[in-house]
Structures are given as structure tokens and as C-alpha cells.
């Protein structure tokens, strides 16, 4: 028998080279082409601007729940968007009594002249005086960078009610929060420029990732940009040459093997099971139907 008979055939070994592809190939694809801007241009979606109907159903019946709750709608924002015929967008709403903001998203595509709701989710934000922050949200994927030490986030996709969603990010806040002064940024730092407050949270999550090693800077003037952000990180000079940012390597793969089958389900579940530990340990009990 000749050796090589007992060797794995070529057909074999490219099946069994195709997870590693997969697993490996992708986050290099991630590297090259993650661009996102500092400080993107945020859009408010024009009132004569025909969304969807079933984007315009939810956000309907979101905003029924949110009215109820004491939010006022504060505006319709289109998000920047990377991929041809996938559209996101946010309505943000706050509560002033409450000093809490909420905003609720969808993505939505288009599949051959016709819409349809790829994912939505509704997330409810305090601010502190310390900096610290609750989120509570009932979003089912991941986010791709780490959340700030200082930071309460916790995702429940059971959760898909509005009010119930509510009363477990207050359950939070008593538990965890009780005397933390809330404060209310949009007006206080922003003097009610929606747009801008979203462009500054988004830069300033990519400011995290960047210290964590998710993100590097591509072009622009990095130094000056570096000051600007530790100087004032709500409103960059106009005349600032903004950069873009990249995936580093490590956190290319990072970013994608929570979102790649088959470690996505491992990476879901110990975060849910989690969430739902602090959520249990204030006392909040999910009815069966959530």
C-alpha cells in the first residue's frame, strides 16, 4: 500500500480548511474594509421622507408606549451606513423628570422593492454626575466593543416590551444607583442638539475601543485629535482634520468571533445569563411571556 493512500484526501482537506477559513478569513475581512468616521455627520430624517411601513408601525406602537412612560420624542435620526441597501435609524426620546433618555433603532433592507425589519431594539440610558452610566436594552446581538468598567450595561431580549423594559432599567437604577445624582446632557452640554449628542456618544465609544485595542486611527490629524477629545469631547474644533477608525488586528477577530457561529451562542448566553443574574438580584421577576 502506498503511503499516501492513508493521507487525507484533497477533497477532505479543503472541507476541514473551511471552518479555519471561515474562522480566520473573516476577521481579516473586518480589518480591511471597518471604516467608521469621528464625530459622523448624523442625519435627521426628513418629515417628508416615506419610511416603511412596517418601520413606521413599530415606531408607532413604540412611541404609544414611550408617551405613556412620560417620554418626549425628541427626533428621527438616520445612521451611517456601510452596506447598500441596508438603512438604520434611531428615534431618540427623554424623560425629563426622570432625567433618562431612550432611544429605539431598526435596521431595515431592502430585498427586491420590497422593506422588511432585520433587527430592532429599544435601550433606556441615565447618566450620572460620576460619569457612570445605565443601559438597559432588550437587543439580542452583541456589541462589537467593550463596555467602560464605569458603565452598567445589560441586555435583555426577553424583554420585548416597552414598559416592562422600563420598570427593570428603574429596578436597576435603585438597586445599583440609588444616590448617584441623574443628569440630563442633552440639554445641559448639548443645548437640545440631538444630532450632536448622538455623533459625540458614538465617538465616544469608538474612543473606548481605540484604549481597549478594538480601534486605531486611519489619516487625520491624530495627535491634535487626541487633545480635542481630552480637551472638550463634545464638540471638536471645526477646523480639526477629523480621522476615520480601523479594526487593529486583535480586535478584528475579536469583533467577529462574537458574531460567528460557533462561538457566537457561547458568548450570547454567558452574557444573558449574566444580565439576567442583576436584573433577578433587584427583585424583578420576568412573567413568563417576556
Known amino acids: ?7 487525507p484526501s484533497t477533497g477532505t ?3 476541514l480548511g473551511l471552518p479555519l477559513l471561515y474562522l480566520l478569513g473573516t476577521p481579516l475581512l473586518i480589518l480591511a474594509t471597518f471604516r467608521t468616521e469621528a464625530f459622523p455627520t448624523i442625519e435627521p430624517v426628513p418629515a417628508e421622507d416615506p419610511l416603511p411601513e412596517v418601520v413606521r408601525q413599530h415606531f408607532f406602537e413604540v412611541h404609544e408606549s414611550m408617551t405613556r412612560l412620560g417620554f418626549s420624542n425628541e427626533g428621527t435620526f438616520f445612521l451611517p451606513q456601510a452596506v447598500t441597501n441596508v ?3 434611531i428615534v431618540v426620546f427623554l424623560n425629563q423628570a426622570e432625567s433618562t433618555g431612550a432611544v429605539s433603532a431598526v435596521v431595515y433592507a431592502d430585498h427586491s422593492g420590497t422593506w422588511s425589519l432585520q433587527e430592532s431594539f429599544t435601550e433606556f440610558c441615565t447618566r450620572f454626575d460620576d460619569d457612570s452610566e445605565i443601559n438597559t436594552g ?5 456589541g462589537a466593543f467593550p463596555i467602560p468598567p464605569s458603565y452598567l450595561s445589560t441586555q435583555h431580549p426577553r424583554i420585548q416590551n416597552v414598559e416592562d423594559l422600563f ?3 428603574q429596578a436597576l437604577r435603585r438597586q445599583y444607583a440609588l444616590r448617584r445624582r441623574p443628569v440630563n446632557r442633552l440639554d445641559t452640554l448639548f ?3 440631538v444630532a450632536a449628542f448622538i455623533s459625540a456618544g458614538m465617538t465616544a465609544e469608538f474612543e473606548h475601543a481605540k484604549a481597549c485595542g478594538y480601534l486605531r486611527y486611519i489619516g487625520g490629524a491624530h495627535d491634535g485629535f487626541t487633545a480635542a477629545m481630552q480637551d472638550s469631547p463634545y464638540r471638536p474644533p471645526a477646523q480639526l482634520n477629523r480621522p476615520q477608525y480601523g479594526a487593529t488586528f486583535v480586535g478584528a477577530y475579536l469583533m467577529a468571533w462574537k458574531q460567528l457561529w460557533p462561538m457566537k451562542p457561547f458568548f450570547a448566553y454567558a452574557r444573558h445569563r449574566h444580565d439576567r443574574r442583576l436584573l433577578e438580584d433587584t427583585g424583578f421577576k420576568l412573567l413568563g411571556n417576556n
Open 138 to 142: 432588550n437587543q439580542k446581538t452583541l
Open 13 to 15: 482537506l479543503i472541507l
Open 167 to 169: 420598570a427593570a432599567h
Open 87 to 89: 438603512k438604520s435609524l
Open 191 to 193: 443645548k437640545g442638539d
Open 1 to 7: 500500500m502506498d503511503i499516501f493512500d492513508s493521507l
